[in-house]
């Protein structure tokens, strides 16, 4: 749990916004000059509002996107897929589950092949060999062997959001870039989907970046944190650093939207209310 | 006399499985100047009982109420031209959605008037005047400037405010929420939240608030009802409800909140339902 598997180093991402007749072409800097390093087996939280450029930054960390400039390592690997491609060993290491489980299935495909795809692109694997990794990985998640040849529409939400993770840890990645995983699900759907991600993390020494701006969720799952604000990271510790002492304006303008459910808070308001 | 009041709403979906119950015999009432909170995961209902009284649901529903009424009148055998007028004008009702429920087609500045066209006798220029008035009401910068915007051209919070001015137009007695925030970020939440009681405040109006964000409703409501596939689980005021849940469901809700963590693993609500299941 010492030594970092994630090191990313002073990572840009930038876009160009093509121009029209009466507009100029300019830039936009999704990401400004990220850095960080996450531990082996332990989970690293981003947090922050829409268009503060972490899902830019989950899309370079998993090669869906190359970086403008900055280094990326993963386990010793350097990645820079536009300058050296993406090659199956790369795959290997890191794993993505996205936000929206309805999404992020093929209607089509049953939960079986929905499996087995990362592996028959990857591996040289049998088809026998493939068919009963997928089986155990059903199990693994909390499903049934008799899901294999079900479609994705007979699932629900928590349901499918097991597949997603199933699918993300067929390779058996050392990092998983989870975006929003929890943000589409109800309540006790949500505690059922973060528990199995402690455990598979606990069995599988998994290493998560934890995408989410749930800020309840964070301080529950995260060993650190990282608050990012318009594209760069206003503030990085520990998850005790973070919550007992923000640093950052915009940090603490977070953690007072939150809403809190506690009965102190609730007294509070109503006596606010009653004067 | 209540603002709202419903009993035993009960609402049948037809599907190729047969009948399936959505509601089961629910009773609803809502005081001017109340906020009451349903909560409840998806499924439970929350949002069907509500679009059952706006009388929003397909024809494969089939609605029955011992007593369905607002502010004395029955709303089960007003006409479709009698309850258009309710609707939109004494009940409103904001949606999760706010870039989905906007015409993508029209400006904002039109889809505001048009509410205040079909239920008021405001001319022209009265009309763009209480728009204009809304806009600032809601905290939207710069109102004269964004009548001409197309909702594609504004964020989730600032359409989600259009939303708002438009459902509260024609100052309704009652104001439905439905998920009002679901979709925005936490500091977009918290001033639409604000916005909303203020609002509330400010006019008495009524105003229910559907969510399945127990924080959401610990910060808006004065009474809460906690659903369960389509029944009623627990009522309470929202201090009782935190302090001393009576329900095992709401025990299980509020424990299933991962800041009331107190081990490693979270409680989920089918733990509880193994254990004794819920009636």
Do not use: W
């Not at chain 1, 850095?35 to 830019?56: I, M, Q």
């Not at chain 1, 301080?219 to 990012?228: F, H, L, Q, T, W």
């Not at chain 2, 925005?184 to 001033?191: A, E, F, G, N, S």
């Not at chain 2, 424990?255 to 979270?266: F, I, K, Q, V, Y």
């Amino acid at each position: 749990m010492s030594e970092p598997i994630l090191k990313v180093r002073d990572l840009y991402r930038t876009y160009d916004i093509a121009g029209g007749l009466f507009r100029k072409a300019t830039t936009l800097t999704a990401v400004k000059g990220v850095s960080f390093d996450v531990e082996r087996g332990s989970t690293l939280a981003v947090v922050g509002e829409s268009g503060c450029g972490k899902s830019t930054l989950a899309r370079m960390l998993t090669m869906i996107d190359a970086q403008s400039s900055g280094t990326i390592e993963i386990d010793g690997l350097p990645i820079d897929i536009s300058k050296t491609g993406i090659s199956k060993d790369m795959r290997q290491k890191v794993q993505i589950v996205f936000q929206n489980p309805y999404g992020s299935l093929n209607p089509r495909q049953k939960i079986g092949d929905v499996l087995e795809e990362p592996l028959l692109l990857n591996t040289d694997m049998g088809a026998a060999e493939r068919r009963d990794m997928a089986l155990e990985m059903l199990q693994k998640v909390g499903l049934q062997p008799e899901h294999y040849g079900r479609y994705p529409h007979m699932f629900s939400g928590g349901q499918r959001q097991r597949i997603a993770i199933a699918r993300a840890i067929m390779m058996k990645p050392k990092l998983l870039v989870l975006d929003e995983p929890v943000s589409a699900l109800d309540l006790s759907v949500q505690a059922q989907i973060l528990n199995l991600l402690a455990d598979l993390q606990d069995e599988m020494g998994l290493t998560y970046v934890f995408i989410s701006h749930d800020l309840s969720v964070v301080r529950y799952i995260a060993d650190k944190v990282m608050v990012m604000y318009f594209g760069e990271v206003v503030e990085y510790g520990t998850r005790d650093e973070v919550f007992d002492n923000p640093q950052h304006d915009y940090t603490k303008t977070l953690f007072a939207a939150t809403p809190r459910a506690d009965v102190e808070s609730i007294r509070k308001r109503l006596a606010a209310k009653a004067a | 006399m209540p603002l709202l009041e419903i009993r035993n709403l009960k609402v049948e979906f037809d599907t190729a499985k047969g009948p399936f119950k959505a509601l089961d015999g629910i009773d609803y009432t809502v005081d001017a100047g109340e906020v009451l909170a349903i909560v409840g995961e998806s499924g439970s209902g929350k949002s069907v009982a509500m679009l059952a009284t706006m009388g929003l649901l397909p024809d494969s529903a089939t609605i029955t109420a011992d007593k369905m009424e607002f502010e004395g009148r029955d709303l089960r055998t007003l006409s479709a031209k009698e309850r258009r007028k309710v609707i939109g004008k004494d009940i409103s009702m904001i949606f999760q959605e706010p870039i989905a429920s906007l015409n993508p087609c029209f400006t904002v500045g039109f889809q505001l008037g048009e509410t205040l066209k079909v239920h008021t006798d405001l001319n022209g220029r009265q009309r763009k005047e209480r728009v204009l008035e809304l806009l600032r009401a809601v905290g939207i910068p710069d109102p004269e400037g964004r009548l001409g915007a197309f909702p594609h051209q504004m964020s989730g919070g600032q359409c989600q405010r259009v939303m708002i001015a438009m459902a509260i137009a024609c100052q309704p007695k009652l104001l439905i929420a439905d998920e009002p925030t679901t979709a925005l970020d936490v500091t977009i939440q918290k001033q639409i939240l604000d916005l909303l009681v203020k609002l509330q405040q400010d006019s008495g109006m009524g105003l229910i608030m559907i969510t399945h964000d127990m924080g959401v409703v610990a910060e808006t409501a004065d009474r809460v009802i906690v659903q369960y596939k389509g029944r009623k689980m627990e009522e309470a005021d929202v201090l009782s409800l935190f302090e001393n849940p009576q329900h095992s469901y709401t025990r299980a809700l509020l424990s299933a909140l991962p800041e009331n963590a107190t081990g490693d693993r979270l409680p989920t609500v089918s733990d509880y339902a193994e254990a004794g299941g819920f009636q």
